[in-house]
């Protein structure tokens, strides 16, 4: 079966750095995507990885290794305004999105 | 705001109610998608509409009835639901049907909660 494993919830300081990962086992692999969800809102997009490597979008960066089914979501100089949840999604042959959990992300100052 | 509204936000229905939500993009996007978010459980893909034809219905119980009309809105009609259906229900649009690269854009949900 198709799965997506990403911690449930993790915790880190105000300007701190945090690593969220993910790792996804799927029929094929057309792209993998990172979203942020604030408690009752919306999820919205953060980043989409197709090929190895890093991409980086100003405090959020996103690494992929495609070898290792695996990807992590980095954020640095954490704010509170981070707090939420980190949702993975990867994107298999047939084009379908495979979701995971998310993980909820706290932050203390 | 993300150009994808939903209507009600919250809703509360017994078992035997009828109740329909809906969603709204504002975006002039292709495809659009229900999905059901439950706590601590990924994002479960309802359906699928591109271009106004039902793409994707993924086992969905017959008591959810989509319904999309033109390209800009759905509706989940929902009727005798049970306990377990309560969640939080997302509406989804694409600029196409998902390839590639195309990112989706969420509304806020409707809160269910069946009594």
């Known amino acids: 079966g198709q799965n997506i494993d990403q911690p449930t919830e993790m915790t880190a300081t105000e300007g701190a750095i945090v690593q969220i990962n993910c790792t996804y086992q799927?029929?094929?692999?057309?792209?993998l995507f990172w979203y942020q969800q604030h408690a009752g809102e919306a999820p919205t997009f953060l980043s989409y990885?197709?090929l190895d490597g890093l991409e980086e979008k100003g405090r959020f960066s996103s690494f992929l290794s495609r070898s290792k089914g695996y990807s992590y979501l980095l954020l640095k100089e954490l704010q509170m305004k981070d707090s939420a949840s980190y949702l993975c999604?990867?994107?298999?042959?047939?084009?379908?999105?495979?979701w995971g959990a998310g993980t909820k992300l706290i932050i203390k100052p | 705001e993300t150009g994808v509204t939903q209507t009600p936000r919250h809703l509360v229905m017994g078992m035997t109610n009828k109740k329909s939500l809906k969603c709204e993009q504002h975006?002039?996007?292709?495809?659009m998608y229900w999905y059901k978010q439950s706590a601590k459980k990924p994002l479960e893909l309802m359906f699928v509409?591109?271009?106004?034809?039902?793409?994707e219905n993924n086992s969905v119980p017959s008591r959810f009835s989509p319904e999309c009309p033109n390209s800009s809105h759905l509706f989940l009609h929902l009727h005798t639901l049970q306990p377990e259906d309560s969640a939080l229900y997302l509406c989804?649009?694409?600029?196409?049907?998902?390839?590639?690269?195309?990112?989706?854009?969420f509304g806020p949900g409707t809160r269910l909660t069946v009594t």
């Open positions: 509409y591109s271009l106004e034809e039902r793409v």
């Open positions: 799927t029929s094929g692999f057309n792209g």
């Open positions: 990885n197709v």
């Open positions: 989804a649009s694409s600029q196409e049907l998902l390839a590639d690269s195309f990112e989706q854009y």
């Open positions: 975006l002039g996007h292709n495809a």
């Open positions: 999604a990867v994107m298999d042959s047939n084009y379908q999105l495979i």
